[in-house]
């Protein structure tokens, strides 16, 4: 059964990859540059999953943000938690503060990135550049 479910899946996935990538270059080059927004890179040479879009809201809290998104119908998920976080790791790595972790758990969310986003994502965007404008001003 999972072997089947797998073939169905690899039988579509030259589409999913290209949808995908259509759907991560718009939010590129519409969120480029935007003040206070940073994006993930990518090093030349290599080749990005787009499995999640993560935006970084310099100087903001995500958690605020996040029930700011879902009061206007987006949904978002949290950035990855530091290794720091996880008490159940206590035993393989010592428990210190990473900054820089830090940091992108605290000031990142990650976007929808489904295939089939289409035209759900200009709103999306908006959205975006209206969150980031709106605590710019106050």
């Not at 519409?30 to 993560?54: A, C, K, R, Y």
């Not at 290794?83 to 790791?89: R, V």
């Not at 990473?98 to 289409?118: C, H, I, N, Q, W």
Request: aromatic share 10%.
């Amino acid at each position: 059964l999972q072997a089947a479910i797998l073939l169905g899946q690899l039988e579509t996935y030259p589409v999913v990859k290209q949808l995908k990538a259509k759907v991560f270059e718009t939010y590129r080059s519409e969120l480029n540059g935007v003040d206070g927004i940073h994006l993930q890179t990518i090093t030349p040479g290599t080749e990005h999953s787009n499995w999640m879009f993560g935006v970084r809201f310099e100087g903001l809290d995500a958690k605020v943000l996040a029930k700011w998104f879902i009061d206007r119908g987006v949904e978002t998920r949290p950035m990855f938690y530091p290794i720091s976080a996880h008490k159940h790791l206590e035993h393989s790595f010592p428990i210190k503060r990473y900054p820089v972790a830090d940091k992108l758990s605290k000031e990142t969310l990650m976007f929808p990135s489904y295939p089939e986003l289409g035209n759900d994502q200009e709103f999306v965007i908006k959205c975006i550049k209206q969150a980031r404008a709106l605590s710019l001003s106050e």
